[in-house]
C-alpha cells in the first residue's frame, strides 16, 4: 500500500505557475483524502523557466525520489517535451542504473521518454496518468474511471485487468478556477476495437505517446534530440522488442494523420512490426482523427496477421485507465479486457 508519495516535474514545470495553483490545491487535498503523505521534490515546484533551464536538477530530483527509502510511490506532475535532456545526467556515470528500487513510478505523454530511460535499467513502470492531469481534474471528484485504476494502483501495487471505459470525455479548454465543479462534456464509448489480427494476444507492453517516439527520430522539434537519443541507446533495441506489445497514443497537439503515418514509418523502419506480438492504441483526444490514424496503422504496419487493437483509454484522451510496463499482458477483444499477471519483473539490464 502506498503511504508516501513524491510528485516531480521532469518534463514542465507548470505545477509552480500561479496560474493552476486553484488546480495544484485540490490534487494535494485529493491525495491526502486518499491517506498519502505527499511530498513535492525539491526543484518540481519551481516553475516553468527555471525547470526548463536547469535539466540536471530534474533529474537530481528523480535519483534523490528514488533513494529515498520513504517514498513509496513517484508520480509525475506533467508531461512536455524536453525530458530528453536528463540523458546524461542519468546515464553518464551509472546514477539511474544504481538508484533503480521497486518504487511505483508512474506519468504519462513525454514520460514516454522516462518510461524508456527506465526500461534500459531494468525497473517496470505503470503508463496513463499524471498528478495535474488526473488526480487535479476540476470535476467534484476524479473521473470515475481514472481514480478506479489510481486507487488500485495505490492499494495493491499493480494493476490486475483494465476493460474499457463505457464514457469518454472532451477535454477542458478553459481551466480558471471559476471552471472548478464544471463537468466535462462526455459521450458514449464503445470499447476496445480490433482492426486486425487475432483478438487474443500477449506480451509485454511497452512504448507510449507517438509524438515522443517520433521526435526520437525526427529533430524537427529538438535537433539535438534524435543524436542523443542514439548516443545513449535510448530506443531499445530490435532482441528487445521481441514480444512485445507496441503502445502508441497521440497528444493534445493531435499530429496530423500524415505526421501520424511518418511515426509509424520510422518504427517500421526500425522493424518493429517484424517482431512484436501486436499493437494497442490509444483513443485519441476528442476523438480527433480517430478514423484516419486507424487507416494508416493497418496500411502503413501492412502485416495483416499482426494484431492491432485501438480505442483504449489510455493516454492524453480521458478517462485514462492504467498500463504496467514490464509485466506479462494478456489483450482478449472477445472479451474486451487487458490482463496482468501482476507480479512479474525483467531482468536487470545495463546501459
Not at 530530483?61 to 546524461?88: F, K, N, S, V, W
Not at 471559476?178 to 464503445?190: A, C, K, R
Not at 537519443?229 to 521481441?242: G, N, S, V
Request: net charge negative.
Amino acid at each position: 500500500m502506498v503511504r508516501n508519495i513524491a510528485i516531480v516535474s521532469l518534463s514542465q514545470g507548470t505545477i509552480g505557475e500561479d496560474f493552476v495553483q486553484h488546480e495544484v490545491k485540490l490534487g494535494v487535498q485529493r491525495l491526502k483524502d486518499f491517506g498519502l503523505n505527499v511530498r513535492f521534490t525539491p526543484h518540481a515546484l519551481k516553475g516553468i523557466d527555471y525547470v526548463r533551464n536547469h535539466p540536471a536538477e530534474r533529474a537530481a530530483d528523480l535519483l534523490e525520489a528514488l533513494r529515498d527509502h520513504e517514498i513509496d510511490m513517484i508520480l509525475c506532475a506533467i508531461g512536455g517535451d524536453d525530458t530528453y535532456r536528463l540523458l546524461p545526467y542519468l546515464f553518464d556515470h551509472g546514477e539511474l542504473a544504481g538508484a533503480v528500487s521497486d518504487k511505483i513510478f508512474l506519468g504519462f505523454s513525454d514520460t514516454t521518454i522516462n518510461h524508456l530511460m527506465f526500461h534500459k535499467v531494468g525497473m517496470r513502470t505503470f503508463y496513463g496518468q499524471s498528478f495535474l492531469a488526473d488526480v487535479c481534474e476540476m470535476e467534484k471528484d476524479m473521473l470515475p474511471y481514472t481514480k478506479q485504476y489510481f486507487e488500485e494502483l495505490l492499494r495493491t501495487g499493480t494493476i490486475r485487468e483494465v476493460k474499457p471505459s463505457p464514457t469518454w470525455y472532451e477535454s477542458r479548454e478553459d481551466f480558471g478556477p471559476e471552471q472548478l465543479g464544471v463537468p466535462l462534456i462526455n459521450h458514449e464509448d464503445y470499447g476496445f476495437e480490433l482492426l486486425q489480427g487475432s483478438p487474443v494476444f500477449s506480451g509485454e507492453i511497452l512504448g507510449g505517446c507517438i509524438d515522443s517516439l517520433y521526435d526520437i527520430f525526427n529533430g524537427d522539434r529538438y535537433a539535438d534530440m534524435p543524436p542523443l537519443c542514439r548516443q545513449y541507446e535510448l530506443f531499445p533495441r530490435l532482441e528487445d522488442w521481441a514480444g512485445k506489445i507496441l503502445l502508441l497514443e497521440s497528444s493534445e497537439e493531435k499530429m496530423s494523420p500524415a505526421k501520424y503515418r511518418q511515426a509509424l514509418r520510422y518504427l517500421k523502419e526500425n522493424e518493429i512490426f517484424d517482431v512484436i506480438s501486436g499493437v494497442i492504441a490509444g483513443k485519441p483526444m476528442d476523438n480527433a482523427y480517430a478514423v484516419e490514424y486507424r487507416k494508416a496503422l493497418t496500411e502503413v504496419i501492412d502485416q495483416p496477421g499482426l494484431p492491432v487493437v485501438c480505442n483504449l483509454n489510455i493516454g492524453h484522451a480521458q478517462p485514462r485507465c492504467i498500463l504496467p510496463f514490464g509485466v506479462s499482458a494478456t489483450v482478449d477483444v472477445d472479451r474486451q479486457v487487458i490482463r496482468f499477471d501482476g507480479t512479474g519483473k525483467r531482468e536487470k539490464q545495463h546501459p
